[in-house]
């Protein structure tokens, strides 16, 4: 391709060797080819604290627990997390779904819709089941949500 | 009868480039404008997907924003943890990293840096609610889906005990179909 001009000829006595600009342009093309990757679409949840109680370290009155609460606990011997919820461990996600939609629904049934799903997770839970909790509570339309500090103490296998 | 001489052709066999010129410069741009350049900011994860999440806008937002990722120590000549590497959940604390800006930070180290960046954006006004000054900067936790729920607690309360209030936590749009 060495030697290629545009503009040969009668009518352009100043030909343009465009060899050079045709070798940048095939490198870069080719660096950004190489680079390229499709990246995934990315969201998020938001999850602001709460000015008046959380930021700053203050605690939280917990002596009425107006809450909807999902008990998360590690099974390291299965590697897989055990879920619970009024004393039930729950299997599928449908169930869970449905098992809090029906717990919020009660509280909303007594004037309290601002109240929220606690997620009580041990600190080695996958954080995939978390956002899939909290996948299930913006599917049925709770947006309260949580997070409770500290582990709950172990139970059923938990560890 | 005089034979009448045909006329020469003159032939010209250089090669038109110009259109395929053309289309490189396109390629070049469509290849420009689709580079990702925000890699430093989001490090490479397997994030979590979720469906109710709200997409990214990017052309939304103009609050001073920090993403911290999380994510299990690479494998390497000095370091190779069996459990991730077969695809399992490791729950060492001391093989998960937090990264600001490619930036390695420990629990130890973390509070430091959250607290430089929350300093950086603090809104002139005391917050009624909270009684004290609170930073307008947000924070954005990009976790690996496997990495440990109690890393992410230890942001959360670190932003909250350096007085950032606006988290998010990323997540990716599960695939159509």
């Known amino acids: ?159 | 009868m005089a034979r009448r001489k045909a006329p020469q052709i003159k032939e010209d066999l250089t090669c038109n480039l110009i259109p395929m010129v053309d289309i490189m410069f396109l390629l070049l741009l469509f290849f420009i404008l689709g580079a990702d350049m925000s890699q430093r900011e989001q490090a490479e994860l397997v994030l979590p997907t979720a469906s109710e999440i709200k997409e990214n806008d990017p052309f939304k937002g103009k609050d001073a924003t920090t993403t911290v990722n999380i994510q299990h120590r690479p494998k390497s000549q000095n370091f190779d943890c069996p459990v991730n590497s077969q695809g399992g959940f490791c729950r060492e604390t001391e093989h998960w990293l937090f990264l600001i800006r490619g930036l390695e930070f420990t629990h130890a180290t973390i509070k430091d840096q959250l607290k430089i960046e929350a300093d950086e954006s603090m809104e002139p006004d005391i917050d009624p609610q909270a009684g004290v000054k609170l930073s307008a900067r947000k924070v954005i936790i990009r976790a690996d889906k496997a990495a440990p729920y109690g890393d992410i607690q230890k942001i959360i309360e670190t932003c909250s005990a350096v007085s950032i209030y606006k988290i998010e936590v990323g997540a990716a749009v599960p695939p159509q179909g």
């Open chain 1, 1 to 159: 391709m060495a030697g290629v001009s545009v503009g040969e000829g009668d009518e352009n006595p100043v030909p343009i060797n465009v060899t050079p600009l045709i070798d940048i342009i095939f490198c870069l093309c080719v660096f950004f080819m190489i680079s390229f990757k499709f990246k995934q679409i990315e969201g998020k949840f938001e999850s602001w604290l709460p000015k008046g109680k959380g930021v700053g370290g203050v605690g939280v009155d917990s002596s009425i627990l107006e809450e909807v609460r999902v008990a998360m606990f590690w099974d390291a011997d299965n590697q897989r997390t055990i879920r619970q919820m009024r004393n039930r461990k729950v299997e599928s996600d449908e169930e869970l779904g449905t098992l809090i939609k029906e717990a919020h629904d009660d509280w909303v049934r007594m004037n309290k819709p601002e109240t929220p799903v606690t997620i009580d997770a041990d600190a080695k839970v996958p954080w995939n089941d978390i956002i899939i909790v909290m996948n299930l509570c913006k599917r049925n339309q709770i947006d309260k949500i949580e997070f409770a500090l500290g582990a709950p103490p172990p139970a059923g296998g938990g560890k």
